[in-house]
């Protein structure tokens, strides 16, 4: 079999994975929940590509995302449930539906307009989702009508945090000043010194959290994505100790070689360092 352009070829290529006898044992034992953590482990392949600007590793990425969901639309075939095709197919009626503006006689295109919209073609969604669960005698979704519901829990938490506050943002519920944003992640840090000192690990373990998630808000307030600033951080992080293990390599000797003073000196000469690819 050989590479193709074309869509049909990769699902011939999972279709003959799948099949049981001749396919390939290890994708035969696969299922949703199994292939689940790889889907997302992809995902986050890709924005790392994007991050490093490495539009040859995004080519490459985004063909292992694509194949995560053939994975997915090749199982749920096997299931008589649906296949890509249909992936396809609602996917598309998606965009068509919320893109009105594009697509339909609603000529409203500032940002505000669309916005507004789309929220409304949403809950006319999500309403219809809910006729459909009642209709084939399924139990509605818990909490079904919530402020918060469609934040899926399995998103990254900092991403998560950031998902809900914007839900109860439009609906008033959120600081009006991002100085009282401030504020309060001074009262989180007050707070886990507290139970540090009361020697309560698991009480201050949830003051930990109160403390990221009012960190999600601040960076919501300043347009910041979160996740993307970690990504940031924990790359400065990784150059930056590289450049200690390189001025410590020079001599012979390694990390667990050095004391702490001397450690933070060579951090402090790394940040006046020029960055890698600068």
């Known amino acids: 079999m050989t590479p193709s352009r074309d869509i049909s070829r990769l699902l011939d290529i999972m279709a003959a994975l799948r099949t049981p006898g001749t396919g390939c044992p290890w994708d ?73 503006h594009v697509f339909g006689d609603v000529r409203g295109r500032d940002v505000a307009a669309v916005n507004a919209a789309w929220d409304e073609i949403k809950a006319g969604e999500k309403a219809a989702k809910a006729e459909r669960r009642r209709r084939h005698g399924l139990p509605p979704e818990p909490e079904a009508g919530r402020v918060l519901d469609g934040v899926a829990s399995g998103a990254p938490a900092l991403t998560r945090a950031v998902k809900l506050q914007t839900k109860a943002a439009k609906v008033g519920f959120d600081w009006p000043q991002t100085q009282l944003v401030l504020d309060k992640i001074r009262e989180e840090i007050d707070e886990v010194e507290v139970e540090i000192a009361a020697g309560d690990r698991a009480a201050a373990a949830g003051e930990v959290g109160d403390l990221l998630f009012a960190m999600a808000n601040l960076a919501r307030h300043l347009g910041v994505d979160p996740e993307a600033a970690l990504r940031g951080t924990n790359q400065k992080f990784v150059d930056r100790f590289g450049f200690i293990e390189d001025r410590l390599a020079e001599q012979g000797r390694a990390p667990a070689d050095a004391g702490l003073d001397e450690m933070e000196a060579l951090w402090q000469a790394a940040k006046k360092a020029p960055s890698p690819g600068s």
């Open 28 to 100: 035969l034992e696969q299922d949703f929940a199994s292939i689940a953590p790889y889907t997302i482990e992809e995902a986050y392949e890709v924005a790392d590509a994007i991050q490093r600007g490495d539009l040859d590793d995004l080519c490459d990425e985004l063909g292992d995302l694509l194949l995560q969901v053939v994975f997915h639309a090749r199982m749920a075939q096997e299931q008589g449930a649906f296949d890509f095709g249909d992936v396809v197919a609602a996917v598309t009626a998606k965009m068509i539906r919320r893109h009105p």
